[in-house]
């Protein structure tokens, strides 16, 4: 069973930055397409970012390209979001998730993806 843990979320103020980890401790995220979604109470899950297995391809959602990026160390079997300018709108419960199928593009579909994290609090307030 594949098992992804989220980590580095927090409560930062406007304008700063946090990096979120996800580690598949169990299982190998190589050859894999990985995402990043978040979700806030009463709203359906949204896509952040996404990354293709080759990390050749990334996609952003309209809301944060700029200022977030996505990336992976198939080494570490990490996936990480680098999250800079924070703004309170990002404030949600952001979620790993991972294609278990090695097709080399990115998917930004939440029922595209067969496996997902615990999800890791974002808060952005003054």
């Known amino acids: 069973q594949v098992r992804l843990d989220e980590s580095g979320g927090g409560l930062v103020q406007p304008g700063d930055s946090l990096r979120l980890s996800c580690v598949s401790a169990?299982?190998?995220?190589?050859?894999?397409?990985m995402g990043w979604f978040r979700q806030t109470p009463g709203n359906e899950r949204e896509i952040v970012a996404a990354?293709?297995?080759?990390?050749?391809?990334?996609y952003y959602s309209d809301s944060v390209k700029g200022r977030f990026a996505i990336s992976r160390d198939d080494a570490k079997n990490t996936v990480y979001l680098q999250m800079n300018g924070l703004k309170p709108e990002d404030t949600a419960v952001y979620f790993c998730?991972?294609?278990?199928?090695?097709?080399?593009?990115?998917?930004?579909?939440?029922?595209?993806?067969?496996?997902w994290g615990q999800g890791t609090q974002v808060t952005v307030s003054s």
């Open positions: 169990r299982n190998t995220i190589t050859d894999y397409p």
């Open positions: 990354v293709s297995w080759s990390n050749d391809d990334t």
């Open positions: 998730a991972m294609k278990a199928y090695n097709g080399n593009h990115y998917y930004i579909l939440a029922e595209e993806y067969d496996y």
